[in-house]
Nanobody, 114 residues
C-alpha cells in the first residue's frame, strides 16, 4: 500500500497550490479520503474529506471557501486545490485513506511566506 503526496512548496501569501496524492495497493474507488495537516508544535488536524464517489465533501472552517478537495478514481488520485493561501496554512500536508484500514502518505511540506 502506498499513498504518495506531491505538489507542496513555497508560495507567497495569496498564492495557490494544488496537492496530489496517488494511491496504490488497495481499492481506492471505495475508500473515503482525507487531507490533514500538521504545523510545527501543533496537533495534526483534518483539512478536508471526500467520500468514495466524490459526492460528499467536508472542510475545516479555517479553509472553507479557499480549499477544494476532489478525486479521480480512474487515476487513483485525490487532490487538494488551495487558493488564497495564508501563512497559517504552513504545515506538512498528509493524505489519508481510512475504512477498516488506516493508510497514510509521507506528507508534503507547504510553506506560505513572503
Amino acid at each position: 500500500v502506498q499513498l504518495v503526496e506531491s505538489g507542496g512548496g513555497l508560495v507567497q501569501p495569496g498564492g495557490s497550490l494544488t496537492l496530489s496524492c496517488v494511491a496504490s495497493g488497495f481499492t481506492f474507488s471505495i475508500s473515503p479520503m482525507k487531507w490533514l495537516r500538521q504545523a510545527p508544535g501543533k496537533e495534526r488536524e483534518l483539512v478536508a474529506y471526500i467520500s468514495s464517489g466524490g459526492g460528499s465533501t467536508n472542510y475545516a472552517d479555517s479553509v472553507k471557501g479557499r480549499f477544494t478537495i476532489s478525486r479521480d478514481n480512474a487515476k487513483n488520485t485525490v487532490y487538494l486545490q488551495m487558493t488564497s493561501l495564508k501563512p497559517e496554512d504552513t504545515a506538512v500536508y498528509y493524505c489519508n485513506a481510512q475504512n477498516w484500514y488506516n493508510y497514510w502518505g509521507q506528507g508534503t511540506q507547504v510553506t506560505v511566506s513572503s
